[in-house]
């Protein structure tokens, strides 16, 4: 299912000052896909990935997920949305140290009420894909950084969700783990068929991209392949 936004105005309140994030901006985002967001900090990113889950909302504009008007959404219905249609990756992990391995990533599937019969197989083989499956009684500060962010990437697939929402997945990660990390998200992507929507300032993500856009002069602009615009 497409994502589409339909002249998002966004704007903030910096101390007494009108912070606008965006302007009339208008996007589809295509289902399937791997598209990566660039930019300089500050222009807005991260607010995006925040307006597409519901955790925030515009000030004018729709965002439609398919059929689904998530703008129309109350609080209680953007938060099921986020639980059952949407997984996170993100930069520091956000991996709860007193929950094991496992209990990091089936936690929603806990909180939705999910039978583990359901969540608990799929979870197992996306360990075992990962190469965790004998990790999973472990807690988070006994791994290294780049297999918490191996965890975080399963728990992002765990609930079966349509859209992967990663921010900045490589940001806390050394270079030849940062790109570890890049391909096992995208491949996983892949073979789940989900829509992956990946904000990053690492040169090395738009080479796995299908589509590259940049968030500059308050819109989301499409780029031509290979146009640098870090």
């Avoid at 925030?56 to 965002?63: K, Y």
């Avoid at 949305?81 to 140290?97: E, M």
């Avoid at 009684?137 to 728990?155: H, K």
Wanted: hydrophobic share 40%; charged share 25%.
């Amino acid at each position: 299912m497409n994502l589409k936004l339909s002249h998002i105005d966004k704007s903030y309140d910096d101390s007494k000052t009108k912070r606008v994030i965006f302007k009339d901006m208008s996007a589809t985002l295509v289902a399937g896909k791997i598209s990566v967001i660039v930019g300089k900090s500050g222009v807005g990113k991260s607010s995006l990935l925040n307006l597409i889950s519901g955790i925030d909302l515009p000030d004018s504009g729709t965002i439609h997920v398919g059929d689904l008007c998530i703008t129309d959404f109350d609080d209680s219905e953007r938060t099921l949305f986020r639980r059952r249609r949407i997984g996170f990756i993100y930069q520091f992990f956000n991996l709860i140290p007193v929950l094991s391995v496992l209990e990091n990533i089936t936690l929603v599937a806990e909180l939705d009420n999910t039978p583990k019969d359901i969540f608990l197989p799929r979870v197992m083989a996306l360990l075992e894909t990962v190469g965790l499956a004998d990790r999973k009684n472990d807690f988070p500060d006994t791994l290294s950084g780049g297999e918490q962010q191996r965890v975080a990437i399963v728990r992002s697939l765990a609930n079966d969700p349509d859209i992967i929402l990663a921010d900045e997945p490589t940001g806390n990660l050394d270079s030849e783990t940062g790109l570890a990390v890049l391909e096992m998200i995208t491949d996983l992507v892949k073979i789940h068929n989900k829509t992956l929507i990946m904000v990053t300032h690492s040169p090395e993500a738009m080479g796995f991209a299908d589509h590259v856009y940049a968030v500059k002069d308050q819109l989301l602009v499409p780029q031509a392949s290979g146009l640098n615009v870090l």
